[in-house]
Each structure stands twice: as C-alpha cells, then as structure tokens.
Antibody
Framework: QVQLVESGGGLVKPGGSLRLSCAASGFTFSDYYMSWIRQAPGKGLEWVSYISSSGSTIYYADSVKGRFTISRDNAKNSLYLQMNSLRAEDTAVYYC????????????WGQGTLVTVSS | SYVLTQPPSVSVAPGKTARITCGGNNIGSKSVHWYQQKPGQAPVLVIYYDSDRPSGIPERFSGSNSGNTATLTISRVEAGDEADYYCQVWDSSSDPWVFGGGTKLTVL
C-alpha cells in the first residue's frame, strides 16, 4: 500500500533553515509528481510546491518562492523540501502528497511533520 | 489570483443529504477536486476531476461542477462523515494550486 512518511520538522528560529524529507513506498515513485502542502494551526490547506516525476518541472507558491526548494531522488524514493529564511508564518504541518501525472491533484498524503518558527 | 469560496459550515441530520458548495469565477471550466480531513488526520481525496471517486470512497459521495459553482454531495450522511472538506483546482494564473477555505460538516 502507498506510504508517505515525512520527517525533519521541528522548532527553528526566524531566519533559520530546515530540510524536510518524505520517504515513499508502495508505488513506483519515479512515475508520479509529488507535492508539499501545508496547514497552519487551526487553518486551511495551503499548497506549497510540486515537482514532476523527472524533476524537470517545478512550481512554487508565491509565498515561498525564492526561499524554499523542492527536490527528489528517484533512486532513494524520496522527496525533499529545503526551507530557508523561515518566518513565523511558515509555522504549519507540512504534508507530502503523491500527485497525479498532470500535477492537478493529490491522491495520497502523508501524516505530516510540524514546523514551528519561533524565537 | 483565482479564489475559491466555500461556506464555513454545513449541518445535516444523519441519513439526510449534505451539499457543500465551492464557488469560483467560471469554475465550470476547471477540474475540481475534493478532500476530506478529519480532526488530527491527513486529508483524503474523495472526488477528483469534478465527479470521479477514488477506489474505497463510498458511492454516497458525488460531485458536480457547472457555471460558477462546484458541489460535493454526500447522500445518507453518517456520523463518520463529520469532517472538514476542501475543494481545490489547478489554475494557470499565479499559484497553480488553489484551495477553498474549507467547510466544516457537522452531523447533528
């Protein structure tokens, strides 16, 4: 069965950096787009970024553009999100999600990892 | 940027039909996807491409999309359907993915 397990969350000071990872299993990772979606405490869902199956196509939300970098390693069945210049408003649960080949929706989500940006 | 508008809350009695709307400018020209999120859990896809159901999702869940409104319909509502529901589209302007603000479904 499809499994997505995020890791790397934690407490970081404003201006700091963090790298999230997502380990995928139960499907052919290299066949799928992958996405990061976040949810601030008590708030709705906010899309962050997605990457095509080969890594050649990448999109970012305006709110993270220039600060976050998405990447993947198909040999390791892993997805990453490098987050720099973190702000308090980046505080959220970050979900890794398998995304359809058009990049239009996500059919499986991980359980998420909490990122807290606070001094 | 494209905006999706959902009612903050919808209440329905068990066994009745719940309809959750998602409004957007000419949303009928886009493909709408719906997610269910129960407290403390990750979202689950319940409808994709307006009206398709992933495997494992009950037939009680259906979707439609026309004009300026997309609708998620849950028939014969059960207590276990109580959750937040989010609509989502892909848009070619600014951020490609747009989520609605979410609707809390309460089963009375």
């Amino acid at each position: 069965q499809v499994q997505l397990v995020e890791s790397g969350g934690g407490l970081v000071k404003p201006g700091g950096s963090l790298r999230l990872s997502c380990a995928a299993s139960g499907f052919t990772f290299s066949d799928y787009y992958m996405s990061w979606i976040r949810q601030a405490p008590g708030k709705g869902l906010e899309w962050v970024s997605y990457i095509s199956s080969s890594g050649s196509t990448i999109y970012y939300a305006d709110s993270v553009k220039g600060r976050f970098t998405i990447s993947r390693d198909n040999a390791k069945n892993s997805l990453y999100l490098q987050m720099n210049s973190l702000r308090a408003e980046d505080t959220a649960v970050y979900y890794c999600a398998r995304t359809d080949s058009s990049g239009w929706y996500s059919d499986y989500w991980g359980q998420g990892t909490l990122v807290t940006v606070s001094s | 940027s494209y905006v999706l508008t959902q009612p903050p809350s919808v209440s329905v009695a068990p066994g009745k039909t719940a309809r959750i709307t998602c409004g957007g400018n000419n949303i009928g020209s886009k493909s709408v996807h719906w997610y269910q999120q129960k407290p403390g859990q990750a979202p689950v896809l319940v409808i994709y491409y307006d009206s398709d159901r992933p495997s494992g999702i009950p037939e009680r869940f259906s979707g439609s999309n026309s004009g300026n409104t997309a609708t998620l319909t849950i028939s014969r509502v059960e207590a276990g359907d109580e959750a937040d529901y989010y609509c989502q589209v892909w848009d070619s302007s600014s951020d490609p993915w747009v989520f609605g603000g979410g609707t809390k479904l309460t089963v009375l």
